[in-house]
Structure formats: C-alpha cells, structure tokens
C-alpha cells in the first residue's frame, strides 16, 4: 500500500501558486528543491540552455488542494463573522461588517506627530442610541486559524488602531485556536464553539473586555454615513408571515 501523499504547507503552496502565474523562472532555493524532489515541480530548458520550472499533474493536484483549504477557512471565517454581527444586532447594536478606517496613532519618534493606520475591522458597532456618549463603539476581530491570530498580534500597529477606534475591542477565536493568556489584556476574548452539524457557534466568554470612554471622530463618523450596516436579523418566528 503507498504512502499518502504528503500535504502542501502555505508555503509550498504560495511558491507553486507563484509559479503557475509566472513563466517560471527558478529562485534556486531550498523551497524548491523540496518542491522538486516532492515531484510537484519539474525543470525544463529552452534550445538557449536556459532553465525554468513547471508544475507537474501532481504539482497542480497539491495547488487545487491549498486553494481547497483556503475556501474553506474563509467560509468559516465569513461565516463566524456573520453570526456574530447577529447577536450583536440582538443585543441592540447598530452593525458594519468590513469598513475601512483609518486610526491615528503616536508616531513612535514624535508624540505630537499622528501615524495614520489603516485598519478594516471584521465587525463595527456601536449602540442604537441618540445620545454620543452612550454609543460604546466596539470592534470584534474574527480568528478562526491559529496561524492567522499568531501574524496580526506580531503587527502591533494593527491592534493599537483597533483600540483607537472602539471604546472596547474584542478577539472571537475559534474554539481550540488559543488560550486567553496569548491575547493581549487590553482585548477581551470570546470562544466560538461550532455546534453538532455546523449550525451556527455558540459564545463562551474567555474574558471581558476592558471599557473605554470614547466618541467615533470625524473620519469614522464619515465612513459609517456612508456605508450601509448590516440589514436587521431575520426573525424566524415573526418575518416569514409575510410570505405564507
């Protein structure tokens, strides 16, 4: 009986992806020396000598695989996202999902220059209330892979613009992707516990986050008058008498 065939790494499958949108011209490195001796690459030279690199059948089945992997993660992702913008909406809260705000920050060698950071939180809310200092706008940042939490906490500056623009910050983890102590204290972390079936998540809290006094400036006031928040939650006992 073979053996099964081994799975790709991100990594693997970035450089196979660069190469089959390339016309193939080697880096002479390690990576592909694994790729060649996997058998997902194979060399080839031109009447002038000159070498490139194609991916082989098996190649482009390890490509198909990875891009496989990454639909998914995404749909589960995007998924997670939605649901929690749902029991946000419940908990009456006004809701965006992927804006694009820019967050001014001290500059690390002038504290009276402003470092601009774009930031573009998976979740935006903040309370339905006519009164400004009521509003608690909050940010909920969705993880559902331990390789993705573990890059965007190696990018400061992504964090600190997060904690700019809410008056409390939050990471929706996965359940089983990490534990509270990983996550920086000033975020609060809530577990999401896929149930039997894949019907929707269910929210433990791993630990609240800490709240902040703070009004939406300008820019933010700006972008959310020109976005559209998320449509009302279908109430599945009362908004389907319409159709019947």
Known sequence: MSAPAPRPT???????????????????????VELLALGWLERQRDAHGRETLRLTAPGIEALHL????????RDRHEDLVARMAVE???????????????????HEDDAQRMKWVNAMPDVYSVRNTTVEDYLEPAVHE???????????????????????LSGQCWYVLRAGIAVVEEVPPAFGVLFAHELVGGDGFRFELGRPAPRRA???DFGTWMTLAKAAPEPPPIDEGQDWLGDA
């Open 10 to 32: 991100i990594l693997q499958i970035r450089r196979l992806r660069q190469l089959w949108r390339s016309a193939g011209w080697p880096c002479k490195d390690m990576l592909e």
């Open 66 to 73: 990875g891009l496989q992997k990454n639909r998914a993660m």
């Open 214 to 216: 703070m009004k939406p």
């Open 88 to 106: 946000l909406q419940r908990a009456g809260r006004i809701v965006w999902r992927g804006l694009s705000l820019r967050a001014g920050l001290p």
């Open 142 to 164: 969705i993880k559902v892979s331990r390789a993705d939490l573990l890059s965007e906490l190696r990018r400061p500056a992504k964090a600190q613009a997060y904690l700019a």
